[in-house]
């Protein structure tokens, strides 16, 4: 049941609330229990009003931390923070299944960079073999040219001394 269901604002209900029966759904499946569980019936709509559920990967350590911002984003207290539809959840747990960045929350550049690899993993085996190959060359030229640098001066060194 949503909070806003649970306060009794029947006229307020909108898909949110269904969003957030579909997050409910979602968390008992990663965790293996309900977001929100006591004693008695009026025990637990104090606790869905009062406290936020606890992150799923804290009782599923194989919890994604993706898969686990999509659950609590369908279990926020306000509507308008939940996904819009179903619709926009199922695309975001879409995207997750593709590993592709979720829309729950934007990726960093490493974790974008972490998913392309999982998507095209030969293609990132190219670019980083590439990139390798590319920083060796560089260290090499550089190496070679400080190394050539140095017997310039030794040889310039020496033409000095014999000179006198």
């Not at 670019?127 to 050539?148: D, E, K, P, Q, Y």
């Amino acid at each position: 049941m949503a909070p806003e269901q649970a306060c009794g604002e029947v006229r307020s209900l909108t898909t949110a609330a269904d969003v957030y029966g579909l997050g409910a759904v979602l968390y008992e499946l990663l965790t293996g229990q309900p977001p929100f569980a006591v004693g008695t019936s009026l025990e637990t709509v104090h606790l869905l009003l009062e406290r936020e559920p606890r992150r799923p990967s804290a009782l599923n350590r194989a919890v994604d931390r993706d898969l686990e911002t999509i659950c609590l984003k369908c279990l926020e207290k306000d509507p308008t923070r939940r996904y819009g539809s179903a619709e926009t959840l199922a695309d975001d747990l879409d995207r997750w299944m593709r590993h592709e960045p979720i829309q729950a929350r934007p990726a960093t550049a490493v974790q974008r960079l972490g998913k392309w690899v999982r998507r095209r993993p030969a293609l990132a085996a190219l670019a980083g073999t590439a990139a390798l190959a590319l920083l060796a060359v560089s260290t090499i030229s550089t190496v070679f040219t400080w190394r050539l640098r140095e017997a310039r001066v030794e040889e310039t060194q020496w033409g000095q001394t014999l000179t006198f």
